[in-house]
């Protein structure tokens, strides 16, 4: 309603009630008179005068209901005004109670099971009641709960519908207002207001404000609960996505997630430094952009994961890096799907691979010059400097005519050279499951019965001598003349000191000892292609191989000549 609207039912009102107090006064001097006027006039006066009257009273409660109206639609702006619960209920519960009078004022919500429970107590002072002075009628409270239905009494005490209810004699209840709390068509709770003194305190009129006021406080306190219900979400989706940022940033490998048109929406930070790009170099981009060098295969089989909806797990990727540098990778591509298992993009998680390729090429660079057996046993917690004693097969073999070669070939092809037939020494060796000591310019060191003891040590150093004279045949029908070269082989048995030896920066696990010292003078003293073997050798294989007898030999370092057999073949 407008200012302007107000300001005249006041002045009307005005202008009743100064009329009707002025019939009043009329009347007055009418009975004082009443003998000197005629009765006609007199009686048209007094009807004149009661009309009046009435006419003021109705004006007034006109204007208490307007009032009440306006009031209901101020406290349903107020109300509606705040999302906040506990605020809505106590601005509802301090309205109720300016608007009837009444002493105290309960609003109560229905909990999950159904049961009726107190949210908000205040009294006529706009003070929440201590739990002392909140004795109510359970009786009413129920039945309007019950039945949907208000409950007006002026006076609880004398009332027959309430008759003998031990709330209400007990606690001495008169005045009693009860409304019910409805929201499309359900009970929500309801609203209690009473007077423990006076009588005949609510009317009608109090009875359908209240009604009219819980309609809306049901509707606020509804919206209240929602949005308390979304905030509570929200914080719950908020630290949920926190915990996902958590994961996402620690998770070790790259996890990169795109769209159905492969731009790309989530890039966590071991993808970005995986390819050594920052987010504004990835989000937003598209797939093929980002990963280029293999854009081609990759784009297969993001188109497959979407095509089929199914992974693909540890494809590997070796890119060229803008900075020149190589980077190896693993993909597993997966399809992103929603709720209804409908693919929404694909999820691709990377590791790094660069670094684990590059250790299991310098480990099988390292078992080519050393016995996987020999690595097996290697612990790295466990090294230390020092060894043990074992009895071995020791081979020594060296290429012979290398030094006149390298007069008249170049360093490049030499090098090449060389490695070939020390590649085929080496094969023949490991074929036999030996351990190679070490590559020594052109010869190499080698034994057998360690680390791992092996019954026919002997046999297998024979077998190995063997095998590398046949792989120098062999390239001699694969390379010209001028590169042919020959190898000299000798081996001796005996015991030996096997270990670590150097320092902590540079270690080499070799054997020691004079048996391995005797073996190399054999060697010394072999002719190309030929292969000697010392008599301790030969007495532990000489049911499997053919010898010829050759001269003692004069070893250096050794006081006695030393008794040596040359290997014909294998029996």
């Known amino acids: 309603m407008s200012d302007s609207t107000t300001t005249a039912a006041f002045t009307i009102d005005l202008q009743l009630e100064q009329l009707a107090k002025t019939a009043a006064q009329v009347m007055e001097r009418l009975r004082a008179s009443r003998s000197s006027i005629p009765t006609d006039t007199y009686d048209a006066l007094t009807m004149l005068a009661t009309q009046l009257h009435q006419i003021s009273n109705r004006v007034k409660r006109s204007e208490e209901e307007r009032d009440n109206l306006l009031a209901l639609a101020d406290i349903s702006q107020i109300i509606n005004s705040s999302l906040d619960l506990n605020t809505v209920l106590q601005i509802v519960m301090d309205t109720i109670i300016r608007l009837t009078g009444a002493e105290r004022a309960f609003l109560m919500l229905k909990d999950a099971e159904g049961e009726l429970e107190t949210r908000m107590a205040r009294n006529w002072e706009r003070e929440t009641l201590l739990a002392s002075e909140m004795e109510v009628s359970r009786t009413i ?156 295969a990759l784009n297969e089989y993001v188109a497959h994961a979407r095509r089929d909806g199914a992974s693909i797990m540890g494809r590997e990727f070796r890119m060229q890096m803008p900075n020149g540098a190589r980077l190896d990778l693993s993909l597993n591509i997966s399809p992103l799907r929603d709720a209804r298992e409908n693919t929404q993009g694909v999820a691709i998680v990377m590791d790094d691979l660069t670094e684990k390729n590059r250790l299991e090429g310098q480990r099988r660079l390292f078992e080519r010059m050393v016995s996987p057996l020999v690595i097996a046993q290697l612990n790295p917690d466990a090294l230390q400097l020092g060894g043990s004693r074992s009895v071995i097969t020791c081979l020594f073999a060296d290429i012979r ?45 080698a034994w057998f019965n360690a680390p791992l003891p092996q019954a026919d040590h002997a046999l297998r150093a024979v077998r190995a001598a063997v095998g590398i004279r046949q792989a120098v045949e062999a390239l001699h029908r694969e390379l010209p003349r001028e590169e042919h070269l020959f190898v000299g082989v000798g081996i001796h048995f005996g015991e030996a000191v096997l270990g670590l030896i150097g320092t902590e920066a540079r270690l080499e696990y070799t054997a020691i000892g004079d048996s391995v010292n005797t073996a190399k003078r054999i060697q010394e003293n072999s002719a190309p292609n030929q292969i000697l073997i010392s008599a301790p050798a030969y007495e532990l294989v000489h049911e499997h191989i053919y010898v010829r007898p050759v001269e003692a030999m004069e070893a250096k370092g050794k006081r006695d000549p030393v008794e040596v057999f040359e290997v014909i073949g294998l029996k």
């Not at 207002?177 to 009317?203: E, H, Q, W």
């Not at 009604?211 to 929602?226: D, F, K, Y």
């Not at 490049?412 to 023949?428: F, G, H, M, P």
């Open 141 to 296: 409270i129920n039945r309007v709960a019950h039945e949907n239905k208000a409950v007006l009494t002026t006076n609880a005490q004398e009332d027959p519908r309430f008759g003998g209810q031990e709330s209400i004699v007990t606690y001495s209840l008169r005045s009693i207002l009860c409304v019910p709390m409805t929201l499309k068509g359900s009970v929500t709770g309801v609203i209690y207001a009473d007077n423990r003194i006076r009588t005949g305190l609510f009317t009608e009129v109090e009875r359908n404000l209240l009604a009219g006021l819980a309609n809306q406080a049901a509707i606020a306190i509804e919206n209240a609960r929602l949005f308390e219900s979304v905030r509570n979400t929200l914080a719950e989706v908020t630290e949920l996505k926190n915990l996902m940022d958590n994961v996402f940033a620690s998770i070790a490998s790259g996890v990169i997630t795109a769209d159905v048109e492969d731009n790309i929406l989530l890039c966590n930070q071991a993808a970005r430094r995986i390819l050594g790009r920052e987010d504004v170099d990835i989000l937003g981009h598209r797939l093929d952009h980002v990963l280029l060098p293999i854009a081609q």
């Open 401 to 445: 005519g290398f030094t006149s070669l390298s007069e008249s070939t170049d360093p490049e092809k030499l090098i090449t050279v060389l490695n070939r037939y020390l590649s085929a020494a080496a094969d023949a060796i490991l074929g036999q499951a030996g351990t190679i000591d070490k590559f020594m310019g052109d010869g190499i060191m």
